[in-house]
């Protein structure tokens, strides 16, 4: 899926890639997608697919590992360094912000643990951006909100000033953002894998749906 470039080059993406993964006991950038891929560079693929420029990679954690996967692409992204990156995912998102501050009005946010990102949700929520470009912007299935989601990159300077304890979106309530929610059937939205049960369920998901396919 190619998005229209006259859309998308209005709106950068940044990969949250910083955690420790403590509870993957593994970094969950490396992991294997189902066509072998690691998660990092299927992540990086689909954005890249989607004509969101430019990305870039908020490492942390596991540094070192990361950025040789990152340095094996045909086209590596950015890299962005947050120095703190157990002060939680704000921090990460804040430093992703940052570094695409005067480069693009918009960043699609995107979780390195989220498996799939649907190209109809990309091209959605990307047209949404560029229309509204100070609002920020997220999936909703069956009435909960999803991701990835499209923040104002002006915001990144904002949110240094949260709380270290606040959430996202505790942050866009306390600042009065604005936000733009879009009714999607698209349950992968509301998918990350934070443990190796959570991993291995979503495999045997893939497989078995593959298996139903193979029998039609």
């Known amino acids: 899926m190619n998005t229209q470039s006259g859309l ?9 890639a ?12 490396l992991l294997a997608h189902r066509d072998g891929r690691s998660f990092l ?4 693929e689909s954005l890249e697919s989607a004509g969101l420029v430019p990305i870039v990679v908020v490492l942390g954690h596991h540094r070192a590992l990361l950025e040789q996967e990152l340095h094996s692409f045909a086209r590596p992204p950015r ?17 992703g912000l940052d570094a695409l501050r005067g480069d693009v009005p918009s960043a699609l946010v995107a979780l390195v643990d ?3 990102l ?7 929520l ?29 915001l990144g300077s904002e949110f240094v000033h949260a709380k270290p304890d606040w959430s996202a979106r505790e942050l866009i309530a306390a600042f009065g953002i604005r936000v733009c929610e879009y009714g999607v059937d698209a349950p992968d939205v509301l998918v990350d894998l934070d443990t190796p049960e959570e991993l291995a369920a979503w495999r045997a998901e893939h497989e078995s749906a ?6 039609r």
């Open 8 to 16: 998308s080059s209005r709106v950068g993406a940044v990969v949250l």
């Open 18 to 29: 910083a955690g420790a993964s403590s509870r993957m006991g593994q970094p969950k950038a």
């Open 41 to 44: 560079r299927a992540t990086c």
């Open 210 to 215: 593959q298996m139903i396919t193979e029998v």
């Open 126 to 154: 990307i047209e949404g951006a560029v229309n509204a470009p100070d609002a920020v912007h997220l999936p909703l299935c069956k009435g909960v909100r999803g991701h990835p989601a499209i923040f104002p990159t002006a």
């Open 114 to 116: 989220q498996p799939t």
């Open 118 to 124: 649907n190209p109809r949700v990309l091209s959605l």
């Open 79 to 95: 890299i962005a360094v947050n120095p703190a990156p157990d002060r939680g995912q704000l921090s990460s998102i804040c430093t």
